[in-house]
T-cell receptor, first 106, second 112 residues
Framework: AQRVTQPEKLLSVFKGAPVELKCNYS??????LFWYVQYSRQRLQLLLR??SRESIKGFTADLNKGETSFHLKKPFAQEEDSAMYYC????????FGAGTILRVKS | DGGITQSPKYLFRKEGQNVTLSCEQN?????MYWYRQDPGQGLRLIYY???????QKGDIAEGYSVSREKKESFPLTVTSAQKNPTAFYLC???????????FGAGTRLSVL
């Protein structure tokens, strides 16, 4: 079965520090992967998808098929990045990870 | 806000009572979904519908029921058989099953 693992429930960093939110998946085919974000008092929304290969709000994510990973990275964290982040794998339907809370401290 | 509307925002259920959560979308999307969000467990799929008059069980369908009589609407009923209904419920829709999902603002259900 397809599975998404986000090993950290909470990641706390200082403003200006690099951020890496980890995501590993289990699927033997060619995956389609997403990062969704939920800011406080806002709806869950798409942050980025791997096929777009773009940077959104300074975040990037690279698919590593060898390591079956899709980690989300940002070189310099900002306080407004504080949110819940979900990694998701799309095969026949979306499968979400458990989520990681990112807290950026000033 | 537009697109997907969930109501009510807060809902309280008495023991033995069935309650229905509303989800409406005006995005002309074929697929709709219900998720349950619990702290530390992420989003778990309850039911989904790929097209009108058709729906499928997700990972945690027991104690829930849905209908899809109209493309725009996908209500979720939390039945008395659901023994632990307290959670945040999210509705979503997408053009197709593999496309980007758009989410509603959610309904928080609590038990009295």
């Amino acid at each position: 079965a397809q599975r998404v693992t986000q090993p950290e429930k909470l990641l706390s960093v200082f403003k200006g520090a690099p951020v890496e939110l980890k995501c590993n998946y289990s699927y033997s085919g060619s995956p389609e992967l997403f990062w969704y974000v939920q800011y406080s008092r806002q709806r869950l929304q798409l942050l980025l998808r791997h096929i777009s290969r773009e940077s959104i709000k300074g975040f990037t994510a690279d698919l590593n098929k060898g390591e079956t990973s899709f980690h989300l990275k940002k070189p310099f964290a900002q306080e407004e990045d504080s949110a819940m982040y979900y990694c998701a794998l799309s095969v026949d339907k979306l499968v979400f990870g458990a989520g990681t809370i990112l807290r950026v401290k000033s | 806000d537009g697109g997907i509307t969930q109501s009510p925002k807060y809902l309280f259920r008495k023991e033995g009572q069935n309650v229905t959560l509303s989800c409406e979308q005006n995005l002309n999307h074929d697929a709709m979904y219900w998720y349950r969000q619990d702290p530390g467990q992420g989003l778990r799929l309850i039911y989904y519908s790929q097209i009108v008059n058709d729906f499928q069980k997700g990972d945690i369908a027991e104690g829930y029921s849905v209908s899809r009589e109209k493309k725009e609407s996908f209500p979720l009923t939390v039945t008395s058989a659901q023994k632990n209904p307290t959670a945040f419920y999210l509705c979503a829709s997408s053009i197709g099953m593999k496309n980007i999902q758009y989410f509603g603002a959610g309904t928080r259900l609590s038990v009295l």
